[in-house]
């Protein structure tokens, strides 16, 4: 426990009585005996507490840890590290049954249209959607960790597919149907399928080594900016690609905004308006669902039942009307029976470096989705989320799909929101949902193949409506301008140049923004709010005192290689600016007070720039003090011989601890050293600004 007593030093010549008495307050600490003993800089002459990490502590513990678990772990307990399955089946309560078979009834009625939608969108057969949300849901429920996600085809993971692929097999560009194919696209087509195979495979085994090694981190560099403004790009990107099906026209595919616009006006003219009623009637109907089952509490369930009725009211139309025959194109062909093995479609892999580099973009993308879905379900339900788990699960999932015809697939949005708003309390909502799709594919997919493109487009269309995040930007704006300039950045880049290309702009430029704030590290001059031993930044509080004579700066960043010289120029600044004050007062600056609390660590380069400030300060006769430095700082220091050539005297506890003593060494040269509130003065100063373009 530590303690702020009065030390009895009478220092002669101060005016100042009342300051007198503040400035002989120090830092103590209470011993058991009552006594009290002054608090000095903990310096260790145990080098074993510099070094946390003891390998042979280690590895017992690690065998401890073995035999306990060897000795007291049952097969269902080895069994449950294996299959994550394990642990809600042996603590699962009957009374959940109902709610998780009806939630996964309503995910497999919604996600067998939107299969087929999202499967279309990326341009391959409409039956590969409908594998990709039985198998890989059905592995997901077994290795998942997430109780509500519902794992599928989604619609950027598509648009992505889409672009890539098609740049990769150009010729793909030709083909309008994927389901009805001539002689000469059954080829092309199949190339493009063991394309999209073999990417999937590519995902699984990133995925399954991000989870196994602890990788997760490296979605932190797809902020909510990048991630809000590429899906909101997106969306307005997918939405257009699938106006074509509503519009009943055939436009060519490109990937700016202004040219898909310009195409969709010199072939106006050729719309099918039984295609456009069919279609708008859809978007409508859709939207109605939606409204009614946010609003209704009795028809929550009529958002999820708004595909699969848009779709069954497009086949009675089709089928009543004979309309296949006249004007309204339909899927035509859908495969019956359950996916067969394509492990023979993994070699070979032509093209490698564009494959790796289409994975890389769809996993970093999928993954943040993914896990910000799961860990807001499991926030919300109350259970704890085991992350990397949960992305190994995600690549098993895909790892089944890419040995069963599905392309990749993730955590769906709008199917886990209606997931958990029906009621799931288990990945068994996920087992049924895949035995929904399963059911469909062995004895309803000639049903289906009559269901026309504009509903399948109408799906698409009011769908990504959700991944519009306009509310992000405005929010954005008002927060950080930075963080808007990111967001804006990709949702441009994404519609007037291209998807990959929009979000690499963005992450280079969050990157850059990361390394500016790096490199020009907030920094603030001290003072001291009266009464209190607390020194704060005089801009924040009007009312903090300097001493005049005394500079107390507090460096909020590591110091290394990339930003000392920010530093550096700031602390000078801040000199500067307290030697105008001091000079009012016929005192020159003699202490420059350096709080490195907030100062995590300090590299080879950051030493060095210590050093420099403490001799060339030194050379003008003003001593450099240090605050409060971590423990890793002080073994960097203490290596360099940096306490030796500064001074042990002249490292504190506490900034408090350093402004009293070089108070006392002012006043003991016979200046007055009353404090001031620094921002109250006569003579104002220019104000502080931590950017580094503004100019002293």
Sequence with gaps: MTTVVKDDLNVAGNKDAAFQTEITARTYQDNPDGSKELLLFPWQSDTSLYFDFDLKKWSKRINENWRYKKKNYTWVDWTQMVLPCVSWLRCYKMEYLPYDILAGIAVGFMVVPQGMSYANLAGLPSVFGLYGAFLPCLVYAFVGSSRQLAVG???????????????????????????????DQIPIQDLYNHKAIQVCLIVSGMYTAVGLLRLGFVTNFLSRSVIGGFTSGAAITIGLSQLKYILGVSVPRTDAL????????????????????????????????????????????????????????????????????????????????????????????????GLFSTAIVIMLVDLLESTSIARTLANRNGYELNANQEITGLGLSNFVGAIFNCYTTTGSFSRSAVNDQAGAKSPLSSFVSAWVVAIVLGSLTSVFAHVPYNALGAIICTSVTNLFHYEQAIFFWKVNKFDFLVWLASFLGVLFISVEIGLAIA??????????????????????????????????????????????????????????????????????????????????????????????????????????????????????????????????????????????EWIFVTVHDAVIYCSRRLQEKG????????????RPLRKLSNSPFDVA
């Design 153 to 183: 085809p989604v619609a950027v993971t598509s648009l992505l597919l889409d672009t890539q692929l098609k740049a990769m097999v150009p010729d793909a560009n030709s083909i309008s149907n994927p389901n009805s194919l001539t002689p």
């Design 258 to 353: 202004h040219e898909t616009a310009k195409n969709y006006v010199d072939i106006m003219y050729n719309f099918k308006w039984q295609e456009y009623l069919m279609g708008y009637f859809g978007c409508v109907l859709l939207v109605a669902c939606r409204q009614l089952g946010k609003n209704v509490r009795q028809m929550s369930l009529l958002k999820a039942m708004g595909p699969m009725l848009v779709c069954v009211m497009g086949m009675v139309a089709v089928y009543v009307g004979d309309l296949q025959t006249k004007c309204i194109k339909i899927v035509s062909s859908i495969p019956k029976g359950l996916p067969k093995p394509t492990v023979s479609w993994w070699t070979p892999m032509d093209n490698i470096g």
């Design 507 to 648: 992450l280079g430029l969050a990157v850059a923004i990361v390394i500016y704030e790096s490199a020009f590290p907030h920094t603030a001059l001290l003072g001291r709010i009266p009464n209190t031993g607390v020194y704060r930044n005089v801009k924040q509080y009007p009312d903090a005192c300097v001493v005049p004579g005394i500079v107390a700066v507090r460096i909020d960043a590591p110091i290394y290689f990339a930003n000392h010289q920010w530093i550096t120029s700031r602390i000078q600044d801040y000199y500067k600016k307290s030697a105008r004050l001091a000079k009012n007062f016929g005192v020159e600056v003699e202490y420059v007070l350096l709080d490195m609390s907030p100062v995590s660590h300090v590299d080879a380069g950051g030493v060095h720039a210590i050093e420099e400030w403490i001799i060339e300060y030194g050379k003008e006769g003003i001593q450099v003090v240090l605050c409060n430095p971590n423990l890793t700082t002080v073994r960097l220091l203490e290596t360099s011989g940096v306490p030796d050539l500064l001074g042990r």
């Design 671 to 682: 200046f007055s050293i009353a404090p001031v509130a620094f921002r109250k003065r006569e």
